[in-house]
């Protein structure tokens, strides 16, 4: 595999090859220097590019006259391209008055070939959202404005995701002038997707890898030999879930090439559709399906390529970490973690164990070996620098990376990246005093198509609130896996007197008893304190008691209530986790969610569960 640099210059030479022919006539000089190429436009001035790390993936930045400023991911040849297009752009921004129009060429019709493909995109996506622009000699630049389909995907998703719903993914791509044909294309031909006017779009990175992978397939024409039988999704359980969704993907390549009459941009904006309420089911760096069922977050897979490029340009791949940030969020996932890791059963509910990698030492931490005599002394480092800000700075103590050894600091990366559940705090006016917690949380989990299960039961079948309460060990796991039916596995710990299922309970005193926490209020507990959400600090990390607030399907056949309080859904489908309650101290007051139902519901339309 070629190193940075090598591939830098591989592309200073094609810049150059692409500058003897003639292409861009309007650049006078270009010259390289380490990280940074100069070069001169004719009638606008010199600009400066400081090239990206991880180079093309990351971006590029340029300057240039007055306040000109670019920023781009891609090759040296797409950045310049992009920087020519900008300064001809008479709208720009940018500031700089040009009159380098010589580069684009407006004379030349599209061959038969990409015009048949130019009006079938039109018929399908409407004449405005295909657009047509000649760079060059060599190519056209393709813009396809495509409608999101998030019939399935609820507010709450598209927000945890960074997508906005109502707006078009606009597509670029960069094809041939001459020789066009539906196998011509190939992964360099996608540029960039964005979302015009919604700054917080986060899904980029993956949907380009995702349609270039289908642009490598058009090429090679591999997906021709996937027979109907071999794409059907098949019946599953979990240990098979990678094949699973992989099938799944295949089908919905052959799906979206059903249309390969109409042409390469309709197929492509078919997947595209296709794909997107799936980014949470595959890898959001090299789009392989995880070996675990999928949750609501989108995150990496466990190849140590991907999380070595998640932890040095997490922010510019996955919502994963910015989702889960808040100060607050990241102390409970601490305290989760190492409670986990040093429970005495630490080898069955460390689910999953940390894959952490430190860039000159490689993997220090892999849930194939479990290390633990490795892990438990980073485990009690991040602690011990948690114990001492934490007094003065609160739960913002996790940004004193600077305190931390690189180990530690990456151990803190990736717990927060590997939280696949959407965790996030109550504002003052939206938790329920009752309670008797500051520590009150929306929690969602469910994936996308669990959650439309769901609805669909509801609308059944109706359904009702109740507490499920488990020890702190067990949150670590249940953020990343889901809420189980752990009956009658090693991950059981009190039992299935009732027949197996998820345990749940009507009453707060009785939830309690399962979180394992022993240490009660020595008073009656005060009234709620309001309380800025952002940086609240667990103090009493000893006496920590976990539960959650579950909206389950009222489904008399499957939920079982064999004593009074005490429910068990024999089915997963049956519950989705709505809300997360943290206690410093038990309080010695018995809660009734019957009497909170209201309440909750207005709650979770209000924060838009929904």
Same mark, same amino acid.
């Given at each position: ?150 019939? &399935?995907?609820?507010?709450? #998703? %598209?927000? *945890?995701?960074? /997508?906005?719903? !109502?707006? @078009?993914?606009?597509? =670029? ?87 390969? &009459?109409?042409?390469?941009? #309709? %197929?492509? *904006?078919?997947? /595209?559709?296709? !794909?997107? @309420?799936?980014?949470? =089911? ?329």
């Amino acid at each position: 595999m070629a190193t940075r640099k090598q591939k830098i210059l591989e592309d200073l030479e094609e810049l150059q090859a692409t500058c003897r022919n003639g292409t861009f006539p309007q650049l006078e000089r270009t010259d390289f220097n380490d990280d940074t190429l100069i070069f001169e436009v004719q009638n606008v001035g010199e600009f400066t590019a400081c090239l990206a790390d991880p180079y093309p993936s990351g971006e590029t930045e340029v300057y240039g006259p007055g306040d000109f400023e670019f920023r781009s991911a891609g090759t040296i040849l797409d950045v310049i391209l992009g920087v020519l297009e900008e300064v001809d752009d008479p709208e720009s921004p940018s500031g700089v008055d040009a009159s380098c129009a010589s580069w684009i060429v407006s004379e030349m019709a599209p061959e038969a070939s990409l015009d048949h493909d130019v009006r079938a995109a039109q018929k399908m996506l409407g004449d405005s959202a295909v657009m047509l622009t000649q760079l060059g000699i060599e190519y056209w630049r393709v813009r396809l404005l495509v409608k999101v389909q998030h019939q &399935n995907l609820s507010t709450s #998703v %598209c927000s *945890a995701w960074g /997508l906005d719903p !109502r707006l @078009p993914l606009c597509v =670029e791509l960069r094809l041939p002038t001459s020789g066009y044909t539906f196998e011509s294309v190939g992964r360099c031909v996608v540029q960039r997707i964005t979302q015009e006017g919604f700054e917080d779009f986060a899904l980029e990175s993956q949907l380009v890898q995702i349609l270039g992978d289908f642009c490598q397939l058009c090429r090679d024409g591999s997906w021709k030999n996937w027979s109907q039988d071999s794409v059907e999704v098949p019946e599953t359980d979990s240990e098979e879930n990678q094949l699973y969704y992989e099938s799944k993907k295949k089908r919905l390549i052959v799906d979206a090439m059903n249309n390969k &009459n109409s042409g390469f941009l #309709v %197929c492509l *904006a078919n997947y /595209l559709q296709l !794909r997107v @309420p799936t980014m949470h =089911e595959f890898c959001a760096i090299c789009d392989k399906a995880f070996k675990q069922p999928p949750m609501m977050m989108r995150t990496v897979c466990a190849e140590e390529l991907c999380t070595y490029q998640f932890g040095e340009f997490g922010s510019k791949i996955t919502t994963a970490e910015s989702v889960n940030h808040p100060s607050e969020i990241l102390d409970l996932l601490v305290c989760m973690l190492t409670a986990a890791a040093e429970h005495l059963r630490r080898k069955d509910i460390l689910d999953p164990f940390p894959l952490v990698q430190l860039p000159g030492q490689g993997t220090i931490l892999h849930p194939q070996e479990k290390n633990f005599e490795r892990l438990l002394p980073i485990v009690a480092e991040l602690f011990k620098v948690r114990s001492m800000w934490g007094k003065t700075m609160g739960a913002s103590w996790a940004t004193q990376t600077s305190a931390m050894s690189p180990e530690a600091a990456a151990l803190l990366k990736w717990t927060v990246s590997s939280n696949r559940s959407y965790l996030a705090p109550l504002e003052d006016s939206q938790r329920i005093e009752a309670f008797r917690t500051p520590f009150q949380y929306l929690l969602l989990s469910a994936p996308p198509e669990k959650e439309q299960r769901f609805q669909e039961l509801k609308k059944q079948f109706g359904t009702s609130f109740a507490f499920h309460g488990s020890s702190a060990e067990n949150w670590h796991s249940i953020l990343r896996n889901g809420l189980k039916n752990a009956s009658y596995t090693k991950l059981m710990t009190a039992g299935a007197a009732h027949g197996p299922g998820i345990y749940l309970a009507t009453d707060s005193k009785i939830s309690f008893h399962y979180t394992r926490s022993l240490k009660r209020a020595a008073d009656q507990p005060a009234p709620l304190k309001r309380q800025r959400t952002g940086n609240r600090f667990v103090d009493n990390t000893g006496g920590l008691a976990m539960m959650a607030i579950c909206e389950v399907i009222s489904d008399q056949e499957k939920l079982k209530k064999p004593k009074n309080g005490i429910w068990v859904a024999t089915t997963e489908e049956l519950v989705c986790t709505r809300f997360f309650l943290v206690f410093e101290t038990v309080p010695e007051e018995n809660v009734k969610i019957s009497a909170l139902e209201q309440d909750l519901r207005t709650l979770a339309e209000k924060v838009r569960v929904f």
